[in-house]
């Protein structure tokens, strides 16, 4: 096996051993109101982000590619996205660019899922030439570009040049053929990032908060030299980043991933102005445990709860759904605070 290969698959087998306890949801709840003065038939899941229109609020998240085991993760989770008509991310195709030996990896999607609406992935170290390779790769609709300088410098090969993110970033959203949305991968975005992306005319972010898949600790176990485990706790949560984005939704289209266990958690992003929700580790754990049939259940499970949960707050939409009464506590409320975000607005928006 090729080292780009190995690394792939060590990627899957230290994200698949991964179980975060922390859930950064917890310390977020909405105030119930006893009247819904809603009908379950008015109710509409519908979202739009990167230019077209989604029938879920839910997306599955760049992981895999760049390996023959990692084929058939690509195919099973391709064949999901399929049949449940949400969006799907390949993970950094970098290594198709490098041996072009590796693109039946990611192809397998596009097979699989020909009409779905599937998302290329690089890194912010590529140029915009790069980067339409990518796109040409998959035919794919939109292109993810992701931040993840922590895991680089943690990553025994990792590049330790970042100089030219900015420029790159610039130049591909300029001259790509598809909406380009810009992805942490697992540290979360400060309200300095988004600023900055929003200059850099990115119109869509994922911010992709710490809570999820731990980059920093999957990359330190594959050192054996320096140990980088103290910093295993470094960026900011997914509900942080969505307090750092609140100034800017007007401006751009935030989306959210890191951390999203389950309907509730998605629920909650959704609430703090999230257009949809990235799942990754999640699935691809019950994937790997229960099999594509149960995964599909599992997830249209989901959806369901998530179509329930919106009846219970009686919002028949997801603007709606923005504009319901949240309350912070914990570390949470302490962050708000301290970033000066208008925690208290939060919690009185339905009036």
Not at 322 to 331: C, E, I, M, Y
Request: proline share 4%; net charge negative; aromatic share 6%.
């Amino acid at each position: 096996m090729n080292p780009i290969s190995q690394r792939k698959d060590d990627h899957l087998d230290l994200t698949l051993q991964q179980n975060p306890l922390q859930d950064p949801f917890e310390e977020i709840r909405f105030i119930h109101h006893s009247l819904p003065q809603l009908s379950a038939a008015d109710i509409s899941l519908k979202t739009h982000w990167a230019g077209s229109d989604h029938a879920y609020p839910l997306y599955i998240n760049a992981m895999t590619g760049g390996s023959q085991r990692s084929r058939y993760y690509n195919q099973e989770l391709a064949r999901i996205a399929a049949l449940c008509q949400i969006p799907m991310a390949v993970g950094s195709v970098s290594a198709a660019i490098k041996d072009p030996s590796l693109s039946d990896s990611y192809q397998v999607i596009r097979k699989v899922n020909p009409d779905g609406f599937i998302l290329a992935n690089i890194g912010a170290n590529h140029d915009a030439k790069a980067a339409q390779t990518a796109i040409d790769l998959l035919e794919a609709d939109a292109l993810q570009i992701h931040l993840n300088a922590p895991q680089e410098v943690v990553m025994p090969e990792g590049d330790r040049d970042f100089s030219q993110w900015m420029d790159h970033i610039q130049a591909i959203v300029e001259s790509v053929s598809v909406p380009v949305i810009v992805k942490e991968v697992g540290f979360g975005m400060s309200r300095k990032t988004i600023q900055s992306l929003i200059q850099l005319g990115v119109q869509t972010i994922d911010l992709s908060g710490r809570g999820g898949t731990n980059f920093i600790q999957v990359e330190n176990s594959r050192r054996t030299d320096l140990d980088f485990q103290t910093l295993s706790h470094w960026g900011q949560t997914t509900p942080e980043s969505l307090l750092e984005s609140l100034a800017f939704q007007d401006q751009v289209e935030i989306l959210a991933s890191g951390g999203i266990r389950h309907f509730y958690d998605h629920l909650k992003a959704l609430a703090l102005g999230a257009k949809a929700c990235g799942i990754a580790g999640q699935i691809i754990k019950r994937l790997d445990q229960t099999g594509p049939q149960k995964t599909l259940e599992w997830l249209q499970v989901w959806l369901e709860s998530l179509r329930a949960s919106f009846l219970i707050l009686g919002v028949k939409d997801l603007s709606h759904l923005q504009k319901t009464d949240l309350l912070l506590s914990g570390s949470l409320l302490e962050w708000a605070q301290v970033r000066q975000v208008d925690y208290q607005a939060l919690s009185r928006r339905s009036e």
